[in-house]
């Protein structure tokens, strides 16, 4: 999926440079949040701030599932000091400078972000957990020869499990699509399945067969 990525340049001419960035910067956050609708990035220099120098805000707004991640961002004053000691007094050495000023507002900005979303992530695992002891979802992706697969229950990521963890021995029943329950909990990589159920007419068809059988 592409993520739909608005770019607005306010008090500053509109720059192809600049906005590629922005759109590099912010493909890369569907890494960290992969339900993300939206993204709105304003790129302006403030009416109020005439400094040495030029100065740029950043501001980014990401449309979620239920809700907003707002980041409001200037370049560190360190940063700023650091471009202003190295400027040189020609024009080329100004427009060099300027991208150096933009660019820092942007990668800042960018970094608030990606820290948001996953903040974002985990409250949301959370409260997914307070709600219910057991979540649903489907099988997304199955690794045979790993043992292993991933869970899509709309959490904004997926889930990783192992075959020890799937009820029943049905690992090797399961298919990608596969309704199925399960307990989350935090493994050394990160948020992992346990008590792995298969649900749904999945469950039916194998009872049915089961009779049969007998």
Same mark, same amino acid.
């Given at each position: 999926?592409?993520?739909?990525?608005?770019?607005?340049?306010?008090?500053? &001419?509109?720059?192809?440079?600049?906005?590629?960035?922005?759109?590099?910067?912010?493909?890369?956050?569907?890494?960290?949040? &992969?339900?993300?609708?939206?993204?709105?990035?304003?790129?302006? %220099?403030?009416?109020?701030?005439?400094?040495?120098?030029?100065?740029?805000?950043?501001?980014?707004?990401?449309?979620?599932?239920?809700?907003?991640?707002?980041?409001?961002?200037?370049?560190?004053? +360190? &940063?700023?000091?650091?471009?202003?000691?190295?400027?040189?007094?020609?024009?080329?050495?100004?427009?060099?400078?300027?991208?150096?000023?933009?660019?820092?507002?942007?990668?800042?900005?960018?970094?608030?972000?990606?820290?948001?979303?996953?903040?974002?992530?985990?409250?949301?695992?959370?409260?997914?957990?307070?709600?219910?002891?057991?979540? +649903?979802?489907?099988?997304?992706?199955?690794?045979?020869?790993?043992?292993?697969?991933?869970?899509?229950?709309?959490?904004?990521?997926?889930?990783?499990? +192992?075959?020890?963890? %799937?009820?029943?021995?049905?690992?090797?029943?399961?298919?990608?699509?596969?309704?199925?329950?399960?307990?989350?909990?935090?493994?050394?990589?990160?948020?992992?399945?346990?008590?792995?159920?298969?649900?749904?007419?999945?469950?039916?068809?194998?009872?049915?067969?089961?009779?049969?059988?007998?």
């Amino acid at each position: 999926m592409t993520l739909p990525v608005q770019v607005t340049f306010r008090n500053i &001419s509109p720059s192809p440079t600049i906005e590629q960035l922005v759109r590099e910067q912010a493909s890369d956050l569907e890494q960290y949040y &992969s339900h993300i609708t939206d993204c709105r990035v304003v790129v302006e %220099v403030p009416h109020q701030h005439q400094l040495v120098g030029d100065h740029y805000r950043v501001r980014i707004r990401i449309t979620v599932p239920g809700g907003e991640v707002l980041v409001n961002r200037e370049p560190s004053l +360190h &940063s700023r000091q650091q471009d202003i000691q190295e400027e040189e007094r020609t024009k080329q050495r100004e427009i060099e400078a300027t991208r150096r000023y933009v660019q820092v507002a942007i990668n800042e900005a960018f970094d608030a972000a990606r820290r948001r979303l996953q903040d974002f992530a985990r409250r949301q695992r959370l409260d997914v957990k307070t709600r219910r002891g057991r979540i +649903h979802g489907h099988v997304s992706r199955l690794e045979p020869k790993q043992h292993c697969g991933y869970i899509d229950a709309g959490l904004g990521y997926e889930v990783y499990f +192992h075959e020890n963890s %799937v009820l029943n021995n049905d690992f090797k029943n399961l298919s990608v699509g596969t309704e199925v329950s399960f307990a989350e909990e935090e493994g050394e990589k990160g948020p992992q399945a346990s008590t792995v159920k298969a649900l749904g007419s999945y469950r039916r068809q194998s009872a049915k067969k089961g009779a049969v059988a007998r």
